[in-house]
Nanobody, 123 residues
Framework: QVHLVESGGGLVQAGGSLRISCEVS????????MGWYRQAPGKQRELVAA???????LYTGSVKGRFTISRDNAKTTVDLQMNSLKPEDTGVYYC?????????????????WGQGTQVTVSS
């Protein structure tokens, strides 16, 4: 079992920055990679970024150069630093324990999700 808890969301103006965190507990050793997803109203949940246990990273095109995913050495925390935020970044952000392939091209989500944290970017 893997338990995930997101935090750090809030309201920020366009162009601002925000850092959200995912606290991981449970069977941490079983984790291959962690991903951040977001879901806006009326839209499907989409992958934002992922990071593997070997620190390979993956970003969706819309956030490249603006967002940075990172994790601590104990793999108990996975952060997403979000800079130059845009209104279209608004949504509920979820973290997920899954698998990132060796190429760093594809993240396969697992069955464990956090409760989500709301990020709202105003103009």
């Amino acid at each position: 079992q893997v338990h995930l808890v997101e935090s750090g969301g809030g309201l920020v103006q366009a162009g601002g920055s925000l850092r959200i965190s995912c606290e991981v507990s449970g069977n941490i050793d079983s984790i291959n990679a962690m991903g951040w997803y977001r879901q806006a109203p009326g839209k499907q949940r989409e992958l934002v970024a992922a990071i593997s246990s070997e620190d390979a990273t993956l970003y969706t095109g819309s956030v490249k150069g603006r967002f940075t995913i990172s994790r601590d050495n104990a793999k108990t925390t996975v952060d997403l630093q979000m800079n130059s935020l845009k209104p279209e970044d608004t949504g509920v952000y979820y973290c997920n324990s899954g698998v990132l392939d060796y190429r760093g091209d594809t993240f396969y989500p697992g069955d464990y999700w956090g409760q989500g944290t709301q990020v709202t970017v105003s103009s």
